[in-house]
């Protein structure tokens, strides 16, 4: 239904002759394409896109088309192409610097981080992150600031500096339970009782199993009290309990 959608408007901009119109129906039939598992005509589709958008000057958006272009790549895993992924969110990167758009500088700056890290090159990963969690700071951008101590965290401990990867994993989740993010804080404490034992710090690492035990006890009585909750399905009229005389 969707995809028909996206086309009837494809075709609509066309007859008008509204270029933007086109462009975000190519955009909208990537994701479509992309939901299916489809790379590569989701990547043809947002190629389209940014042709258009680059010919109307709409820099907003190009920035968002080459950022998505970039993921897709990333997530078909091939490695051969994880230099154009690259060169793309390098791209995305300075059209957003050039804007002042500084939220999406440091989102361009953690997929480049990614990159890295899957390349294993994890300390111009680590590089990258710290430049992101500046600008985070800068704009005080919490959520993100969270997303990248836990991702310094693991880079931390991918380079063997342990002491530094506690330390960051226990400030992402200082920045988690102050926004009450409590699956990331689930993550959170599972990775310091992991990294205390790893740093030798008994007493830490039984505080942090007291606190992931009680919050998982709390997750679970909620997931248990919701089940609870819903509606049952109509049951026929027969099975129904019968009113008391």
């Not at 990248?148 to 401990?157: I, Q, V």
């Amino acid at each position: 239904l969707a995809m028909a959608l996206f086309e009837e408007a494809l075709s609509r901009s066309e007859r008008l002759g509204l270029p933007k119109g086109k462009a975000d129906a190519f955009q909208k039939l990537g994701m479509v394409a992309l939901d299916r598992g489809q790379f590569d005509e989701a990547i043809r589709r947002f190629d389209e896109a940014r042709g258009i958008y680059t010919s109307i000057k709409d820099e907003d958006n190009i920035a968002v088309v080459i950022n998505t272009m970039g993921m897709t790549l990333l997530g078909k895993g091939n490695p051969a192409e994880y230099d154009k992924a690259e060169s793309l969110f390098k791209d995305a990167a300075k059209l957003n610097r050039n804007r002042k758009n500084w939220k999406g500088v440091s989102a361009h700056l953690a997929n480049l981080s990614e990159v890295c890290l899957r390349r294993k090159s994890y300390a111009d990963a680590l590089q990258y992150s710290l430049s992101a969690l500046h600008i985070d700071r800068q704009i005080e951008d919490a959520k993100s600031i969270g997303s990248a101590l836990g991702r310094m965290a693991l880079l931390y401990e991918a380079l063997g500096q342990k002491d530094d990867a506690f330390l960051a994993r226990k400030r992402a989740y200082e920045a988690n339970f102050a926004l009450a993010l409590r699956e990331r804080q689930l993550t959170d404490l599972r990775e310091l009782v992991r990294l205390a034992d790893l740093v030798k710090n008994p007493a830490k690492k039984a505080e942090y199993a007291k606190l992931l035990e009680a919050l998982s006890s709390e997750l679970e009585r909620e997931r248990v009290k919701g089940e609870k909750n819903e509606p049952e399905p109509d049951k026929p009229a027969d099975e129904r309990p019968k009113p008391g005389p």
